[in-house]
């Protein structure tokens, strides 16, 4: 039987209709982007049952400019490995019309992890003040960035860059930042939030919405995506 060829895939996507980018239960009538990637995969007749290991968690209504996965496809005998061109392809056909869509893939070593060996993360939050409400924003900023309430209309772009984050990380610097500049908080009590190393005591009701937050990019040593001819053969 041929062998399994394992595979690094990056993929983006918007998040609003979807329960997260981790697969959900199938009945439930609200599925996760892991779903349709699996669903897209299984339709090349792979004669493995396909696990994609999503690299980076996002919740629903968060979305992703570039996050990854790594998966194994092992084709029928006599039949070649995808190559990554064709693998993008054919995956990027069988998920339509899903807001979803894979950027490239590379061949990896078997042993390849993709939550792993991740280097690092980059998160932006898009915010636009100047908004009371969301119905305010333009047709096409709609459940893309977070309306806050201010004089001027502009938009922001915070960007957070570590090897991994904690649930709700993002969201809760961010809504520490926008409630300083609100004055609903002083700086003082970001201080006193950092001391404490309890995410418990972080006020729930200055968390920033999902809407705004997008996975940038998940970075990779180069060496890690160069598979060696031994083990393409």
Known sequence: MAGKAR?????????????????????????????????????LRPVNEVDISISSRTDSGVHALCNSAHLDI??????????????????????????????????????FNARFRALSRTYVYRLVTGCWHRSQLPVFERNLCWPVHNIHLKFWELTFKSRSFLYKQVRRMTGALVAVGQGKLMPRHIADLLEMRDSRAYPPNIIAPPDGLFL??????????????????
């Open 74 to 111: 092992q084709r029928k005998e006599g039949k070649p490995p995808f190559s990554a061109e064709l693998l993008v392809d054919a995956l990027n056909f069988h998920l339509k019309p899903e807001p979803i869509s894979v950027i490239k893939a590379f061949r990896v070593a078997d042993n």
């Open 216 to 233: 940038k990019n998940v970075e990779y040593n180069t060496k890690d995506l160069e598979v060696e001819e031994s083990v393409i053969q």
């Open 7 to 43: 595979y690094l895939i990056f993929f983006q996507y918007c998040g609003t209709r979807y329960s997260g980018v981790m697969k959900s239960p199938s009945h439930q009538p609200i599925l996760g982007v892991q779903n349709y990637l699996e669903n897209a995969v299984q339709k």
